[in-house]
Each structure stands twice: as C-alpha cells, then as structure tokens.
C-alpha cells in the first residue's frame, strides 16, 4: 500500500495537463469575449469552443475514473498479497477453522448427578 509522499502512479499524473488545458480553454474563451471577432483564433474558438470544451471535460473525468479505479485495484491487489493465505487443511472440516465440540469439552467433562 502506498504511503504519504509516494510517486503518483501515470493516470494520476496524466490528470494534471489535461485539467491545466481544459483550464487554458476556459480563459482562452473567457479573452475571446474581450478580443477581435475578426482574429482566426477567436473565430475558431468562437465555431469550436463548446466541443473542445466537452472533450476536454470528458477526457479529465475518464482520467480521473480510470486513475482512482486502478489505483483501487492496486490496493486490494497489494492487500491481498501481504495477507496470508489460509491452509486448506483449515477448512477441511466445513466449520471454518473452529475446533469441533468433542475436543473443545473434552478437559471440561463433569459426571452427571
């Protein structure tokens, strides 16, 4: 398991240029109001800003999905490794490792009256 100050795994690492573009294309918007209509990159962002928008925005919730799911699977994975594994002799006798009745009362027998 990984422990505070551990590297970021790819996914994880890959969500912080897709946020800083998706954060570049909404100032980059927000300057086409203020700008030239006539400027290409105003009339383009202008025709294609709502679908780059949308891209992006997909692009950083699937990075960020994918990121949490694989490290998730990593971790159950990681945890499972380090527990040790039952012996089947454990379970043999269908009562999930507890010892049977006879030999848990057998030091504590007492007479009937």
């Known amino acids: 398991m990984k422990g505070p100050g551990s590297k970021p795994g790819l996914l994880f690492q890959l969500v912080v240029p897709a946020t800083a573009v998706f954060i570049i294309t909404i100032l ?7 700008s030239d209509e006539r400027a290409p990159l105003a009339q ?31 971790t159950l994975r990681s945890l499972a490794a380090a527990r040790p594994a039952k012996s089947s002799h454990e379970f043999a006798d269908g009562k999930n490792g507890e010892a049977s009745s006879s030999a848990t009362n057998s030091g504590n027998v007492h007479p009937e009256s």
Do not use: C, H, P, Q
């Open 28 to 34: 980059s918007l927000i300057a086409v109001l203020f």
């Open 44 to 74: 383009w962002l202008n025709r294609n800003g709502n679908t780059l928008l949308l891209a992006e925005l997909v692009a950083v919730i699937a990075l960020s999905i994918l990121a949490m799911a694989v490290d998730r699977w990593k």
